[in-house]
């Protein structure tokens, strides 16, 4: 091994760590996701240039772990030299390089990485391929400050291709840009709904009540799951109504769209009493209850099992209620990757049809 280019390659990422040190008790976590990001860039760079062999880079990197650890303990072994290196090509895209350590492209590369994501954060977010779909997880994990937990959980649930499958192809496009955007009331729906958290078997019978308990046990989860802004009000709310009693399941708020959102319970196939139920609810809170700057009111019904025809064909066009089915276990993600690429390719073959057309 050539011991100038390993000198000059360890002093370098060296003087990378002593400054970054400066800048732990500002801004800890930018300021060490800067650094492994600087510290991949420095091996790329030096990989590219000395264009090694397989086996002479594996010589380099164990080389230089041994010798960072000597200086700065644990934490910088050839494992984590690899991460490194990996997490700078995945992210050196959309991100400003600094190959100098002068104190505004250095200030800007910190600010590029938001405050609130620890390098566990990212370590989850280098496991997805698809640019579009890690870009919308930084994005809502940044937003909503979730924990590493939470996010592992969204990842594993697919939250990107459940919302995706519940928008059209624009508002795709905008889930990679935006993050999760709530302006209607559409925008809060998922296909499907994951309740794997409450703890069900999904092969044992259970109730709708026994459903709900579990719901309420895990309100912080379920509001999760939910999405943005929602507020929890009360279950199983009565209204009287010409001398008779109503029970909604579940009422929330949804402080972003400013509107009652009421949720019902269903563990068997939907029927169009079921929706004409939730209608008849929806109306009362919107004449009795909502104020009037608020927004119309929004009825989800939760289902096992639904059939889109018939809650097409009962439902008004315009009715502000929506059906969406649960599940109690993960989905299976390649599954909806696969639904949601057919979706796409289906909407832009329609697409060309009518631009064709047009011609």
């Given at each position: 091994?050539?011991q100038?280019e390993?000198?000059?390659?360890y002093e370098?990422?060296?003087s990378?760590?002593d ?5 732990v008790a500002?801004?800890v976590?930018a300021?060490?996701?800067c650094?492994?990001?600087?510290i991949?860039k420095f091996?790329?760079?030096d990989?590219?240039c ?5 086996e002479?880079?594996k010589?380099l ?6 010798r ?8 910088w072994?050839?494992?984590?030299l690899k991460?490194?290196r990996?997490?700078y090509?995945i992210?050196?895209?959309?991100l ?9 492209k250095?200030e ?10 620890a ?13 579009d ?9 940044a937003?909503?400050?979730?924990s590493v937990r939470?996010?592992?959980?969204q990842?594993a ?6 919302l995706a499958?519940s ?5 795709v ?14 925008d809060?729906i998922?296909?499907?709904i994951?309740l794997e958290?409450l ?6 019978a259970y109730?709708e009540?026994k459903l709900e308990?579990a719901i309420?046990e ?15 009000e009360?279950?199983q ?5 010409d001398?008779?009693n109503?029970?909604?399941d579940l009422?929330l708020?949804?402080?972003l ?7 019902d319970?269903?563990?068997?196939k939907l029927?169009h ?9 929806v109306n009362?809170?919107?004449?009795y209850?909502k ?12 289902c096992?099992?639904k059939?889109?025809r ?6 008004p ?14 989905p299976d993600?390649q599954?909806?990757q696969a639904?949601l690429?057919?979706?796409i390719?289906e909407?832009?073959?329609m697409?060309n049809?009518?631009?064709?057309d047009e011609?």
């Amino acid at each position: 091994m050539n011991q100038i280019e390993s000198n000059t390659l360890y002093e370098r990422i060296s003087s990378i760590i002593d400054e970054s040190r400066k800048y732990v008790a500002k801004t800890v976590n930018a300021t060490v996701i800067c650094t492994y990001y600087e510290i991949g860039k420095f091996i790329v760079e030096d990989e590219q240039c000395g264009n090694y062999r397989a086996e002479y880079g594996k010589a380099l990197l164990k080389n230089l772990a041994e010798r960072l650890t000597l200086k700065y303990g644990k934490g910088w072994g050839v494992e984590n030299l690899k991460k490194f290196r990996l997490f700078y090509k995945i992210y050196n895209s959309h991100l400003i390089g600094s190959s100098e350590l002068v104190d505004n492209k250095r200030e800007t590369l910190i600010n590029s990485f938001p405050s609130n994501l620890a390098w566990s954060h990212y370590l989850i977010l280098m496991r997805i391929d698809n640019p579009d779909e890690r870009k919308f997880y930084e994005i809502e994990c940044a937003k909503q400050n979730w924990s590493v937990r939470q996010l592992q959980r969204q990842v594993a649930s697919s939250l990107y291709e459940r919302l995706a499958l519940s928008r059209n192809k624009n508002e795709v496009m905008r889930l990679a840009n935006e993050g999760q955007t709530i302006e209607k009331p559409s925008d809060i729906i998922k296909s499907p709904i994951t309740l794997e958290f409450l703890g069900l078997k999904p092969e044992a019978a259970y109730s709708e009540s026994k459903l709900e308990s579990a719901i309420i046990e895990k309100m912080k989860d379920f509001l999760l799951e939910l999405g943005k802004g929602f507020l929890f009000e009360a279950r199983q709310k009565r209204f009287t109504f010409d001398e008779q009693n109503f029970y909604v399941d579940l009422v929330l708020y949804n402080r972003l769209l400013q509107c009652y959102v009421l949720i019902d319970l269903k563990t068997a196939k939907l029927t169009h009493q079921d929706l004409g139920q939730m209608q008849m609810y929806v109306n009362y809170y919107d004449r009795y209850v909502k104020q009037d700057f608020e927004k119309p009111t929004v009825g989800i019904l939760l289902c096992k099992d639904k059939s889109d025809r018939m809650v097409e064909l009962t439902l008004p066009q315009d009715a502000n209620i929506y059906a969406s089915q649960y599940t109690l276990y993960l989905p299976d993600k390649q599954t909806l990757q696969a639904k949601l690429k057919q979706w796409i390719d289906e909407f832009e073959a329609m697409e060309n049809i009518i631009d064709s057309d047009e011609m």
